[in-house]
Nanobody, 128 residues
Framework: QLQLVESGGGLVQPGGSLRLSCVIS????????IGWFLQAPAPGKEREWV??????????NYADSVKGRFTISRDNAVNTVYLQMASLKPEDTAVYYC???????????????????WGQGTQVTVSS
């Protein structure tokens, strides 16, 4: 059983930056790959994959929409995964969730149904 808690969201102007944190607690958190998803505010929008970091291979993957702007990283000493977001755009506005995948790599990381545990989400609003 794992618990994930996101923080770091807020209101930022276009072009600005934010760093989201995902603190993981529970049994053997280092064995889980961690992904980030977003859910935009439009009705009926499903969660979209943003990024994933493999626990075993250390590989980071990104959705095309955020590649070059977002960076995922992990500090196992404090059981925290970060999502550094730069050059933010209004279309990045969403609730951002971190999730834990019981696998050493992110080969299945784009599918939200593969994840075992989810955080409660943190709101990111990009607006002038």
């Amino acid at each position: 059983q794992l618990q994930l808690v996101e923080s770091g969201g807020g209101l930022v102007q276009p072009g600005g930056s934010l760093r989201l944190s995902c603190v993981i607690s529970g049994f053997a958190p280092q064995d889980y790959s961690i992904g980030w998803f977003l859910q935009a505010p439009a009705p009926g929008k499903e969660r979209e994959w943003v990024s994933c970091l493999g626990s075993g291979d250390g590989n980071a993957n990104y959705a095309d929409s955020v590649k070059g702007r977002f960076t995922i990283s992990r500090d196992n000493a404090v059981n925290t995964v970060y999502l550094q977001m730069a050059s933010l755009k209004p279309e990045d506005t969403a609730v951002y969730y971190c999730a834990a995948l019981a696998a050493p790599s992110c080969l299945r990381g784009g599918d939200p149904y593969q994840y075992d545990y989810w955080g409660q989400g943190t709101q990111v609003t990009v607006s002038s």
